[in-house]
């Protein structure tokens, strides 16, 4: 059997976490066992990004609030090494204004409205939106800064406003209560391959749990992923370039499932949830290294 060249990869993060990326152990173990060296580094460490043969992203969970400084880091290590995902496709996944570029291709998408940060959002434009809404900046990782109110039009009108004194662009999107019953599902693909998907109980019902970088505590157990969830991932893919890692997220609906978030920066993979899918991502980063 050929022992294939050992390739350096950095597996990157963030320096400050107030929780560990749970998927990291797991990738770095099957790296190793695929001749692989892959080193877990933060984003904004000072080092030698030459010295790897690719970087993929992983938790740079505060980019978010540094978004300025990761845009130049994003530029400078693509320069030294393969920045894996591209730097162009971060930067365009790194606002969820990217929803409407997808609805405009014809791909179910949750109802999302684009609150105009000069003009001005009525109690009847909410009310045409919905009783029931989620309120969200469109720049944030994880669940950071998202709000549901129920019937609270001036509640939610107050939010907005504090959202955009603080410099960010609101969404709006209706609460799916289909989420209640059926919750959401992820599908993980590797380079283009589904490798596992998950499902994620509904988050916004009672009282939220929150960590303390702003991350809602989620519940997730493994998914066997439907028909109509495979084909809709397969045409997220389609539209997409290539990329090492991509997390489609649905939520439910009477007329089939509808993409909440198309994750392609930081998503965890959750690799818990299938014996085989940290082996299966770790081929996939070794693939693309090895060209």
């Known amino acids: 059997m050929v022992e294939l060249d050992a390739k350096n990869i950095a597996l990157v993060s963030a320096s400050n976490l107030s929780h560990p ?147 960010e662009t609101p969404l709006i999107q209706p609460y799916l209560t289909n989420i209640d019953t059926h919750g959401e599902v992820g599908l993980v693909t590797a380079v283009g391959v589904l490798s596992h998907s998950f499902h994620k109980e509904a988050i916004l019902t009672g009282d939220v749990q929150w960590s303390s970088d702003g991350h809602v505590l989620e519940v997730i157990s493994a998914h066997m992923p439907s028909e109509s969830e495979l084909a809709l991932c397969d045409r997220v893919l389609a539209l997409l370039p290539e990329t090492a890692y991509a997390r489609i997220d649905m939520l439910p609906t009477d007329d089939g499932p509808v993409i909440s978030e198309i994750e392609l920066i930081e998503p965890s993979l959750f690799l818990e949830v299938d014996t085989g899918a940290a082996y299966r991502i770790a081929a996939a980063f070794a693939s693309l290294v090895r060209r």
Request: hydrophobic share 40%.
């Open 21 to 167: 990326d749970s998927d990291l152990l797991p990738l770095v173990s099957a790296l190793q066992q695929l001749n692989i060296n892959a080193e877990v580094v933060a984003w904004d460490d000072d080092i030698a990004w030459s010295a790897f043969d690719a970087a993929i992203i992983r938790s740079t969970w505060d980019y978010h609030r540094r978004r300025e400084e990761f845009d130049h880091w994003l530029t400078r290590v693509s320069q030294q090494t393969q920045l894996w995902n591209p730097p162009e496709l971060i930067r365009w996944n790194s606002d969820k204004r990217y929803l409407a570029d997808v609805a405009a291709k014809g791909l179910p998408v949750v109802p999302t409205t684009v609150v105009d940060r000069n003009g001005h959002m009525s109690h009847r434009q909410l009310a045409e939106i919905g009783s029931d809404i989620v309120v969200k900046p469109s720049v944030g990782a994880g669940s950071y800064g998202v709000q549901r109110f129920t019937g609270q039009h001036e509640a939610a009108l107050n939010y907005l406003r504090a959202l955009i004194e603080s410099g």
